[in-house]
């Protein structure tokens, strides 16, 4: 099984709105509705913005939202600020022999 | 409040086995699994296996198979993960993660990590 597929970089703007994707496979993102986004800042551990999809735990700003169409899966933060410049991954269930997949990371840079 | 503390920083050579531990607080530790995670530097995570604190089932991931090996202590709260025939490439830092269910793909919240270094 490969890794979910995330763009490299994106950028923007403060206050602008950005979207990361998340492409898988039918065998994952596709089937399954347990996709979670992780953010990380550099040397700390992930920490999850996103489960199941478009769930955000409590005390996660209502800037983040997740969504998920065929085999994408989609991070949407608004109203970018600069404390969100960090690297941000992704993950879902799987079938077959790896049942946990993440995506390779999205690096996030606030203008 | 929820807060894995993971073991510090390890050296090992080619061919040894390490052992990561994790303590947990803050909840009931057999109602959730483990998860184990590593990141190689500068790439993304990768997801290593699973075990339930309840009754220690496990699942590993594919490429682990036979070289890693998950267990818990409930009387302590600690999960450890075992790393054996260790190569260059394992070089990485391994996070425990809370995970509800083998079945669930949430991992919150992760431990501080814990890098192992792998050099001849």
């Known amino acids: 099984q490969s890794a979910l597929t995330q763009p490299a970089s994106v950028s923007g703007s403060p206050g602008q709105s950005i979207t990361i994707s998340c492409t898988g496979t039918?065998?994952?993102?596709?089937?399954?509705?347990?996709v979670s986004w992780y953010q990380q800042h550099p040397g700390k551990a992930p920490r999850l913005i996103i489960y199941?999809?478009?769930q955000r735990p409590s005390g996660v700003s209502n800037r983040f939202s997740g969504s998920k169409s065929g085999n994408t899966a989609s991070l949407t933060i608004s109203g970018l600020q600069a404390e969100d410049e960090a690297d941000y991954y992704c993950s879902s269930y799987a079938s077959g022999s790896t049942l946990k997949l993440f995506g390779g990371g999205t690096r996030l840079t606030v203008l | 409040q929820v807060q894995l503390v993971q073991s510090g920083p390890e050296e090992k050579k080619p061919g040894a086995s390490v052992k990561v531990s994790c303590k947990a607080s803050?909840?009931?530790?057999?109602?959730?699994?483990i998860s184990w995670v590593r990141q190689a530097p500068g790439q993304g995570p990768e997801w290593m296996g699973w075990i339930s604190a309840y009754n220690g089932n496990t699942n590993y991931a594919q490429k682990f198979k036979g070289r890693v090996t998950m267990t818990t202590d409930t009387s302590t709260r600690t999960a450890y993960m075992e790393v054996r025939s260790l190569r260059s490439d394992d070089t990485a830092v391994y996070y425990c993660?809370?995970?509800?269910?083998?079945?669930?793909?949430?991992?919150?919240?992760w431990g501080q990590g814990t890098l192992v270094t792998v050099s001849s």
């Open positions: 993660a809370r995970d509800l269910l083998l079945t669930t793909n949430s991992f919150d919240p």
């Open positions: 039918s065998s994952d993102v596709g089937t399954y509705n347990l």
């Open positions: 199941e999809a478009s």
């Open positions: 803050g909840y009931t530790f057999t109602t959730y699994g």
